[in-house]
Each structure stands twice: as C-alpha cells, then as structure tokens.
C-alpha cells in the first residue's frame, strides 16, 4: 500500500509542476512560504503546521507583499488534493489570493478488478475576501459553528484564529483552514 501512496504522490508532484500556470510569474518576486504536507504520517504536527501556514498568510495578505505557498491534503483514503496559493495583485491592483489546485481520485482503485483509471481534476479559485475568523458554537445544533470575524488591528496568536478565504464578501463559496 505503501508504494501505491508513494507512485502516485510522485506522479502527482511531477504533473502539477508543470500543468496549471496560466499567468506567467516571476517567482524570484514571491516570499517563499514553501510546502505544507499535511499527510496522515505527520498528523501529530498537523496543528503547527496549520498554525505557521495561517501565519505566513495572514502576514502576507495584511500587508500586500506577494507570497506562495503550497498545501497538500490527503484524503483518508490517500487521495491527494494541492492548492498553489498564490498572495498578489490582479492586472487592476486589487489584491487576491490565486488557488491553483489539482486532485487525484482514487488511490483505493488499483485494488479493483479491473482497475479503472485515475480522476485527475485541475481548476483555477480566485479569493478577494480573506479572513480571521473564530468560531462560536451554536449549543441548540449539534457539529455548527457561527464564524465571528477578528477585527483586523487586533493582535492574536495563529493558533487563536482559522482564515477564511472567499471570493465576494457575500459569496458561499469559503474555505476554511
């Protein structure tokens, strides 16, 4: 099982190097925020990991310097899923955050008869809303959370705070990390 997990994160890693940049950049131009594999082998660490990873966005996005960095997540099957993000201006100025994500489907496959090929997906996000948010538990519903926004001035610790990130200030369409 091991070497499965192994041969398609390879692959995965190999083609999404090359696959999704539409925008040519000048990566020389953004901090470096480096890679956040969040793989089940390193659960223990999945809260600092977190925890550095909302730092380094926060900081970047509240003071408009372009930065990247890349997550990857895992399925509990293994399946992989990237997100390239991308801190930086569009063409008119206004600051965003650019998501260029990939997934694999699915890593259980090769145990099936016959084995039916790999759904890879790829697309594009754009976020203009990006942010810290704390939740409140709802105590009348069971597993809800009401997200209270932490006002921009206030000084708080990464490990008080979740981002959200969304793509209008109304839009539906946020996620959380």
């Given amino acids: 099982m091991k070497n499965v997990v192994l041969i398609i994160l390879i692959a995965f890693v190999s083609t999404s190097a090359s696959g999704q940049r539409t925008t040519k950049r000048d990566l020389a131009a953004f901090a470096d925020g480096g890679t956040f594999d969040f793989s089940w082998g390193v659960l223990s660490e999945h809260n600092a990991m977190g925890e550095r990873l ?51 489907c699915c890593a259980l496959y090769h145990l099936m008869k016959p084995k039916p090929k790999m759904v890879r997906k790829r697309g594009t996000s754009v976020f203009l809303v ?10 009348q519903v069971p ?13 708080l610790a990464a490990d008080k705070y979740l981002l959200r990130v969304k793509s209008t200030e109304t839009a539906e369409d946020d996620w959380i990390f």
């Fill in 130 to 139: 990006v942010d810290r948010v704390q939740s409140q538990t709802v105590s």
């Fill in 54 to 104: 909302r730092k380094f966005v926060w900081e970047h996005w509240s003071a408009k310097t372009k930065a990247r960095v890349r997550i990857i997540k895992y399925s509990i099957e293994g399946d992989p899923f990237s997100r390239q993000l991308f801190i930086e201006p569009d063409s008119k100025g206004t600051w965003q955050i650019t998501s260029l994500w990939e997934s694999y």
């Fill in 143 to 155: 597993f809800s959370a009401k997200w209270l926004v932490v006002p921009v001035t206030s000084e």
